[in-house]
Structure formats: C-alpha cells, structure tokens
C-alpha cells in the first residue's frame, strides 16, 4: 500500500498562528501534527507517502524532507489550489498508479493508529474503507449511514443528519476510486467532494465498507481542538527526564524533560513536556502544558497551553492557561509607571485580560 496525505490547506481558523507558517506543522506535544500523520502510516508498514502541497509547499518540504528520517520516500504533489479532497486524489493518480493507498488529512491527531486497519484492507477484496466516529452534532462533518454492516450514503454537513456518524478524514481506497472522482462535479463552494465520490462508489456498487473508531478523534482545525489534541496526547507520554532539574524543583505526574532542558527552582506538574534547550526558572508549568525548544519561561506560572519555539515568557504575574503561543513571541512585565497594558497583536489574534 502507498499513503496520501493531505497537507495544502490554509488554516485559515488557525489564524494568526498560520500566518507565518503551515497548519499542520502546529506542534501538539511538541511535535508537528504531520509529523504524527507520518508516524502513523509509517508505523503501519508503508514506505512510500505523497504529500499533496499548496501555498505552504516550501515549509512542508523543509520540514519533511525526502522522509529518510522516518525511512520513507516521500513523493510532493502540487496542488494549485484548494479544489477539495477528491482533487487531491485526483491529481495523485500518477503517485498512486493502481496501487491500493490509505488517505489521511495532515491535520488530524488518532488514537491508537492505523496498522489494523491497514492490514485489514489490504487483505480484503473491498473497494473502500471509511473510518468514522459518533460524535454528538454531525452537522459539521461528512455523515455516514451504514446498513447491514456497509455504508449506504454519505452526505457532506447535512442540516438534518440521519446518523452520527462522521468521517474523520481517513479513508482505505483500491485503484476504483480514480473512476469515482473523474465521474463527480465540484460542490456548490467548487470542490471535488471525497463525500460525493465515496457515495457515486457506493451507487455504483463497490463495496464500501465503515470502522468505527472507539478512541479519540481531533481534527485540529480550531485553537480549542490544538489544546484539546495536546491534552490526550500528553496524557500518553511516558515520563522521562533527559535533562537538568535541580534539587529546588519538583516534578510530578506525567513530565517529560527533553535533552538539554534546564528546570531550575520551579515546579512541573503533569502530563506536560518541556522542550530541548528550554528553560524554566522560578516558575510554575501545569498539567496539559507543552513548551517547545529553546524557550525561557522566567517567574510566570502556566498551564493548559501550548507554547511553540524560540519564545519567552517573563515576571507574568497572572497565570497563563488556555493559550496558544506562537513562535519567537515574548511575554514581559514592565516595570514602568503608569501600568498599562502594551500590545502589538496580528490580525484574528484573540487576548482575554482578567482584572485583579
């Protein structure tokens, strides 16, 4: 099998955070959510992966390389623009040939994997895989409805869904998913629908067969869903200390402190993970916490948040939680009279200031 992952999007609901850089290399415990895409089909036996890439195709490639370091060779498929799922496997057509290929969406986070579920198709005699989760309001999702153990339709964000059961943007698909996408037309917002394909499979009577996945699901494509994603996969980690902490700090739960790091007089609470070459002096990080590499977070407490590279957090006297901090960002008190709040804010950025 062969892999095709989806990373051209432009993360627009990620903003401003994805202004200066790709969506799915957003870190969630301090590794870029392709990264985990990557591991994930990799870890399931498939050595050769297409990425299909658009505005941002310069920093996928930078960070991803040739895929030797996950020992895959990693094949760019350009996108010229965002014309929907089914596009993107239509354009990869010459990557995939006639193999049978696994689609996955380069922002999504899975617990548990795919190797089953791989193994599983490709042992099969099916036509397509779907796998989908029960979640409390389809309306915001491709919805399935399954009959006697097979898919029977597939609506993209209905108004009135008749299951809840959606597409969390992994799919398992043989060579007949080519005929599907030639055969659609865009969608009222212009795009090739993989929901409008999978359903002319269906009525075209392939065997399009669902998994319902038991564990968690995040498409992280929201602030809230980044915290929320960094939250379940921290809880995972495996405490390890590769780093310094000194006899004045305490570590307790979950808490990875990666090489190079230095906690000094402050307390970890986890699941949490510090960075390479990051420091924490006199200060305070809680549980659901990732700080990336080679920051500095000095007298200021935080928790339930996600810090990215090269950042500094300074003499915060309040508590900092539910925040996404970007890269190169510093966060200081000044000690000038009169106090008042000194700002420079992007557009779309979001500050939420608590009065004592």
Same mark, same amino acid.
């Given at each position: ?10 993360? %627009? ?9 790709? #969506? ?26 297409? *990425? ?41 057509? =010459? ?17 548990? @994997? *795919? ?7 490709? &042992? ?5 895989? *779907?796998?989908?989760? +029960? ?8 919805? /399935?409805?399954?009959? !006697?153990?097979?898919?029977? +339709?597939?609506? &993209? ?10 597409? $969390? @943007? ?24 993989? %929901? ?31 915290? !929320?994603?960094? +939250? ?5 980690? &495996? ?12 570590? %307790?739960? #979950? ?5 190079? /790091? &230095? ?17 924490? $002096? ?14 500095? *977070? ?13 950042? +500094? ?18 966060? =200081?008190?000044?000690?000038? #009279?009169?106090?008042?709040? #000194? ?14």
């Amino acid at each position: 099998m062969k892999a095709l992952i989806l990373s051209g999007g432009r993360g %627009t609901r990620l903003r401003p955070i994805t202004y200066t850089s790709a #969506k799915q290399l957003v870190p969630i415990a301090n590794r870029p959510v392709l990264f985990r895409v990557i591991d994930a089909v990799v870890a399931a036996g498939i050595e050769e992966v297409g *990425i299909v890439v658009g505005d941002t195709a310069a920093d996928i490639k930078a960070a991803v390389g040739d895929g030797s370091r996950w020992d895959a060779r990693v094949t760019y498929v350009p996108q010229d623009a965002p014309l929907g799922v089914a596009h993107a496997v239509k354009i990869a057509r =010459t990557f995939i040939g006639d193999d049978r290929f696994v689609l996955f969406l380069g922002d999504n986070v899975i617990q548990g @994997g *795919i190797s089953r579920l791989t193994d599983q198709f490709a &042992e099969s005699a099916w036509n397509a895989q *779907i796998v989908l989760k +029960r979640v409390p309001d389809p309306r915001q999702f491709g919805v /399935a409805e399954v009959d !006697d153990g097979r898919v029977v +339709r597939l609506v &993209e964000k209905p108004k009135e869904p008749r299951s809840d059961l959606a597409l $969390v @943007g992994i799919y398992m698909f043989d060579d007949s998913i080519f005929r599907a996408v030639n055969a659609i037309k865009p969608s009222w917002r212009n795009e090739l629908e993989i %929901t409008d394909a999978i359903q002319w499979l269906v009525e075209s009577g392939y065997v399009v067969m669902p998994h319902v996945h038991e564990g968690w699901w995040i498409d992280t494509g929201k602030m809230e869903d980044l915290l !929320d994603a960094n +939250r379940l996969v921290l809880d995972e980690l &495996e405490p390890c200390q590769r780093g310094f902490v000194d006899a004045d700090s305490r570590l %307790t739960g #979950k808490v990875v402190i990666e090489q190079d /790091a &230095e906690v000094i007089n402050s307390v970890v609470r986890g699941p949490a993970i510090i960075g390479e070459h990051t420091r924490l $002096v006199n200060s305070y990080v809680g549980p659901f916490t990732s700080i990336h590499h080679h920051c500095e *977070i000095r007298d200021s407490e935080i928790e339930h948040s996600i810090v990215m590279e090269n950042s +500094r957090i300074q003499g915060v006297d309040q508590r900092i939680e539910n925040s996404v901090i970007g890269r190169n960002v510093e966060i =200081t008190r000044s000690p000038l #009279k009169p106090k008042a709040y #000194k700002l420079t804010l992007g557009d779309n950025s979001q500050v939420g200031l608590i009065s004592q």
